[in-house]
């Protein structure tokens, strides 16, 4: 379980979890081991704490319908849990250190091992009667889907008039693709274009280029399932989870990852994408604060930004395909959506770089931003792996010289490159989390296992890395992340639209490039 036992010792040993047999907080005695020290404590050991030392109840009846022992404990435990609430609520807006977590993915298996009620601010669609439909459209399909959500201008408001041809999208993520199209062809034959008679293989096969995703576009949904109005058309995206999960952490295409920069209604989740998600929204706050590179910005400027990012290399608005003022219709029209989703984040993920000025009660808020060169430095050590590779690569002649001698930086750029001179004092494996964050504080990096880099403290990473240093104080740096944006959105963008063609069919492509021109006609005219 994410290495709690282990790391619980660790505390205890180094510090960090610290018990006091007689007094609390407030001075008063208390029974051994019911205070414990929480300014240094990850939320997930705190929660954990939590839930293993909830009140038990004592004097209810064993017999009686139940009711009847509920109504009881509801009286006689009204206040019981209170202060059990109060201090795990505090816990769904505490920072998590996201390294934590990514070092030890593969053991994140159920939501019990997150923070209380963490990733709540994803949850932003409001409209019950739209979550319900997208949840009756889940259902309808035989085989298992992980996680789903909606988005789009029939889920969330958008300024526009809704048209009868618009589509409910949809994004599903699977576990083994070939499988899901295997059993979804069997049920719903009518979804896909010709491609299905080349088998599942094929159809997964052209489902992995570009960003990875498969679309069946304007599907005419047959429920048995559910009573639903069947007077709109779906258009639905199979991914697999390994696609989703290596974009939320690396931003290799952005496609899914900037999807949900934006507001989207989960209907389906799972513990490891709300991890992920909550990564990617606040490297997606880092990375536009470098590129807006003001010292005051607005929360609308903010968003707007943020949401722009997914946009910026995107083919189809060169091609006339898409509404010009697409961003801001979506941040006008979603502003608290985005309020919701981003705000908890900017005020316990950023107190030193991003502060409120504006009034609590202000419609828009007003933020000063204070990024000096090392506060830069560490945001760009600490963007998605993908993209800061892509980023740092631009610079390996101009500041060829501190790359030569920058251990963290040529691992970044050359991942698969040998390097010399590495001496580890412990392979990763016999290394905890904060055995490492220990080892960060006493030793060399060329004496931590390579695999661990990643997850070293911010300023460690910038403390060893020259090269780093310099691309943060270049003068062009903005135009560089800029340039970064464009290449890693354009040509998985670009393959989808083209392959398009293929998995929807001539027909049905047409009917979107018409509708998207629509669109786009309408954006310029209005």
Known sequence: MLALRRSSRMMCRQGLLRFNSSKSPDGKSSNPGTYISTSEIDPVLLDKLFRNNKPQTSILPQHGSFALRQQLANIQQKDKFKVLDENLLKLQSTP??????????????????????????????????VNDLLRKVVWEFNAPIRYAFGYGSKVFDQGSTKSSNSQVDMIYAVSYPDHWHSLNIAQNPDHYSSLRHLGSSIVSQIGELGAGVYFNPFVKLNFKR?????????????????????????????????????PVAVVRNTPKICLLNQYNLTNAIKLSLLLTNKNEISEYGLYHQIAELSYLGDPRLKARGEDVRKVDKIVTNQFEQFREMYLPLLTNYFPKVVQQISAPDSAEHRFKVNLDSQSIAEIIADLPSTFRKRLLSKYSSKYESSLASDLFARRIIAPNQLLADLKPAKPAAELSFLDLQQLSEEASLNQIPVEDWNYLPNTYKVKNSPFIRNVANDDLLVNSLKDT?????????????????????????????????????QSINN
């Open 226 to 262: 559910s009573k639903v109005d069947t007077n709109f058309e779906l258009k639905y995206g199979v991914t697999s989870m390994n696609t989703l999960i290596n974009d939320l952490i690396n931003w290799d295409t952005m496609y899914l990852s900037g999807r949900l920069h934006k």
């Open 96 to 129: 998590i250190n996201f390294n934590y977590y990514l070092r030890n993915l593969k053991d994140l298996k159920n939501a019990n091992q997150l923070p209380y009620k963490f990733g709540a601010n994803q949850l932003v669609s409001k409209d019950s009667d």
């Open 485 to 521: 944006v464009k290449e890693t959105v354009l040509r998985p963008a670009l393959i989808q639209s083209l392959k398009g063609v293929l998995t929807a069919g001539v027909l049905r492509s047409w009917k979107y490039a018409a509708e998207k021109r629509r669109k786009f006609n």
